[in-house]
């Protein structure tokens, strides 16, 4: 056990009692002379001290707060430290180790209070856990738990109690996402939301695809019908062209060339008119399958995207989950993410 520290006042008390040649007696008095604090501290401290070595702390401790109460002496504080040493109140200790060498700059004894401070930090356990978030958008809102976060320390990390946390950032353009992350005394962990800070800036995604696609769509149909139906017209219409051939090829011929050479000449046109009627009925048949093909897949493609943007956009919505790596004293990264 380290010596407790004596204060000038157990030997000032010894000095006060010590008889000289020349001392007088007091006169007599009706009232006794009032306590002045530092006496009272003295024999605080003096009660203290023995409680002290008695291995009674807790009661030592008392006297010397009380002795310091009445009179504030540096040499207090080493005592007060030492009492809650040995409670195994390191975080008192140490305060009090600290504030005693603050208030004693010229204390002989600094290396060795010094010294008990670095045990007591090495051996003190954490009441905190930390957490940095990284790639953090200019301007969002941190919240924990649904309350928004004080402002982080020097070092950008937050300080919190040990517990579970949902962590949720929100972008200035209303874009947010969530982590959830369990946080042990001494531990860390460190978010990453480069994520959500590429789309920190964009408008949020309305859909706006959709109206677009299913128009598309809607054309593709439409033109493709019309192929259909003109394809159906094109069919009939090479029947009706071989029908005038067949016809052509039964009808005789009037022996009269003047009445000959007219028959040819209506059934070249009739011939020409079915042939035209055929040939242009199969070019707009291939046309509207060509037209509404590229229109239904020129829907599907802008239905497909728009499918994943709003899939994206539920995703900063639901947010991701996180798991803590725990390393004692150490950093755990929370990764995640939802899919």
Do not use: H
Not at 237 to 262: G, L
């Amino acid at each position: 056990m380290i010596a407790m520290r004596f204060s000038p006042w157990a030997l000032a008390a010894v000095m006060l009692c010590a008889p000289t040649a020349q001392a007088q007696p007091p006169a007599a008095s009706d009232s006794p002379a009032p306590e002045t604090p530092q006496a009272r501290a003295a024999a605080l401290y003096k009660e203290g001290a023995r409680l002290f070595k008695e291995g009674k702390f807790r009661e030592a401790s008392e006297r010397f707060e009380a002795a310091y109460v009445a009179d504030p002496s540096p040499i207090l504080l080493y005592n007060l430290a030492r009492a809650a040493e040995e409670l195994g109140d390191g975080d008192k200790a140490m305060f009090n180790y600290r504030t005693y060498l603050a208030s004693y700059p010229a204390a002989e004894d600094r290396a060795e209070v010094e010294r008990r401070i670095r045990v007591l930090e090495k051996f003190s356990k954490p009441k905190t856990a930390s957490i940095g978030l990284l790639q953090v958008p200019e301007g969002a809102v941190v919240n924990f738990n649904g309350q928004a976060a004080a402002p982080p320390g020097p070092d950008g990390r937050y300080t919190l109690t040990p517990g579970k946390y949902m962590v949720v950032v929100t972008a200035p353009n209303g874009r947010s996402e969530q982590r959830d992350v369990s946080l042990q005394a001494g531990e860390s962990a460190q978010l990453d939301f480069s994520a959500l800070k590429a789309a920190a800036f964009e408008a949020p995604y309305n859909g706006q695809l959709r109206p677009w696609g299913w128009a598309a769509v809607g054309t593709g149909a439409a033109v493709t019908v019309a192929g259909i139906v003109f394809g159906v017209k094109a069919q009939g219409a090479v029947e009706d062209f071989n029908a005038v051939r067949r016809e052509i090829a039964r009808t005789p011929r009037p022996a009269d060339p003047v009445a000959r050479a007219s028959q040819e000449v209506a059934f070249a046109r009739k011939l020409s008119a079915a042939r035209d009627d055929a040939e242009s009925s199969a070019a707009w048949a291939n046309v509207g399958y060509a037209v509404g093909g590229a229109s239904l897949l020129a829907g599907a493609v802008l239905l497909i995207v728009d499918a994943t943007r709003a899939s994206d956009a539920a995703t900063f919505e639901k947010g991701t989950s996180t798991a803590l790596i725990p390393l004692p004293r150490g950093f755990g990264v929370g990764l995640g993410g939802a899919f």
